[in-house]
């Protein structure tokens, strides 16, 4: 390496060299000390460059380079790499995020208020009563949000076992319910959506031809709505499958993203506007929701013969289409989206059309398996006995099999096993509420006062719908609550002089109407509750405050109509 890099001098003949030291001893001493000669200063001597002078010279050229924007230096590499790793370590430093103390200790209080100062009711055991005052803590904590909701549903639910409250199986029973697993299935398959960039494109193209206000993009996504609902009547699917990819797509391609702390922007308008417009196509068609099936079955077996999809559609469309129409502009009023105007949407909307260029293998896959489950929700119980959740379980594994979503995918999809841990417990205090008899004892007590109130028929069915409503806070599923209470208060009604086909009507319409009012209220508020747009406290806010005006518009319109149609 040295004999490449420098060129030392040829060895002097023996003669020269004796020569040259015998003059030096005759020379006289200098007083000075010479420097020592080293092959440095030989080299340097000689106008020759020493290795040391080369990796001067090449890190001065770094330096100069570093200085000019180029490739830093080895050291200055490796000091800037000792300083990210020393950073990285400290952001890597777990921070604790312990519960927050008021908002638990509120929530308890209430539970220990109901379980030991009130005295248990007759009739109702003291296991019920206990599990009454831990699901009316679980549903306090949910709303002052001492913890995550699936944290406390967990610790409701540890706390309903170490109290000896529920059996292990009967705390997660619901974890087996196919309802759950169809939520589950339709988060997944929204990721494709993401993934492959086919929500992007769908979103576009509505704000292509819709795009110029947020007002616009919402009855668009109203009409999208009333069109399908008729034909699928799981709302978990029609709105986990199809509306809530279109309204991510398209709140993302505007710049409303909850990670970005946007949600607001347009996002959060539109998903609400999405859950209360359900509420209402979800009633006005008989075949809008997998409960209303259920409703007039129960409404035959009582009585109210002759409801057919025409004889409901009959009673609902005037007040319902009415309130429907209405709903998006309400709604933009007391919740409004910050961006309200966009004229420069359809040209954006376009570019990026333009853009993206033609579907790739990812999209067209992905909406092949999408069209494929739309004609299973809606043709495949009747024709091949298939059900709505393994429908979506079967649009899963194709979309899992031909790679266009991974396993990795679902394991990421964070909202998908947090919905599947804390509505499972929901759903599950909720069932052995009816199971040991908490239901049923509401239900009657209900009875026993209209019965000594002396009620004219109209007084009678107002305070039972109000009672339907308010209990509903303790279901974390219609389906469910209809199977607990249809039947007893439709003969509440019928027993207090109400007519027996508008009261049927009426308590299946209002079974869709409180949909919205808590984010487990319903199958499809659990899936938007899950896309991350709505807070709690606003979502029971608006909830309550959106139930009252399409109660209003429902049953003050339908009065007159119904009268006008000969049902009053």
Known sequence: MLAATCKL???????????????????????????????????????????????????????????????????????????????????????????????????????????????????????????????????????????????WSMCSVTLALVTKTLTFQQAFSAFTLDVVWLIVSVFFIARAFVKTGLGNRVGFMFARFFGKTTLGLGYALTAAEAIVAPGLPSTAARHGGVMLPVILSLSKACGSDPAKGTEKKMGAYLIQNSLQCCNLTSGIFLTGAAQNLLCARLAEAAGAVG??????????????????????????????????????????????????????????????????????????????????????????????????????????????WDTLLWFSALVGMSAQLETFGIISWLANNVSTMLAGASMSWPMAFTVLHVAYFAIHYLFASQTAHVGALYAAFLAMMVGSGVPVLIAALTLSFSTNLFGAITHYASAQGVVYYGAGYIDLPTWWKVGGIMALFQYGVMFGVGAFWWKAIGLM
């Open 307 to 416: 409801i057919t999809f025409g004889s409901w559609l009959l009673a609902s469309c005037v007040p319902g289409f009415l309130a429907l129409v209405l709903t998006p502009y309400v709604l933009f009023k007391i919740y409004p989206p910050e961006v309200t105007e966009t004229p420069d949407a359809p040209t954006m909307a376009a570019a990026k059309l333009e853009e993206m260029g033609p579907a790739t293998s990812g999209e067209k896959i992905t909406l092949g398996v999408v069209a494929s489950l739309l004609f299973l929700w809606i043709f495949g119980p009747g024709l091949l006995g298939v059900s709505a959740p393994v429908t979506a379980l079967l649009g899963l594994s194709a979309l899992l099999c031909s790679g266009v979503i991974s396993w990795q995918d679902c394991l990421q999809e964070k909202g998908a």
């Open 9 to 151: 001098p040829s060895r002097a003949p023996k003669q020269a060299r004796a020569t040259t030291a015998s003059r030096a001893r005759l020379a006289p001493r200098s007083t000075t000390t010479p420097p020592p000669r080293t092959l440095t200063t030989h080299l340097a001597a000689n106008g020759e460059t020493t290795p040391h002078a080369h990796t001067r010279d090449r890190r001065a050229a770094k330096r100069q380079q570093n200085d000019q924007g180029g490739v830093p230096t080895s050291s200055t590499a490796l000091s800037a790499s000792k300083h990210a790793v020393v950073a990285a370590a400290a952001a890597e430093k777990p921070s604790l995020t312990p519960i927050k103390l008021v908002p638990a200790a509120a929530s308890i209080a209430l539970g220990l208020a109901i379980r030991f100062l009130l005295p248990i009711p007759a009739g109702v055991t003291g296991q019920a009563w206990s599990l009454l005052s831990i699901f009316v803590g679980t549903i306090a904590g949910i709303v002052l949000n001492p913890l995550p909701v699936g944290a």
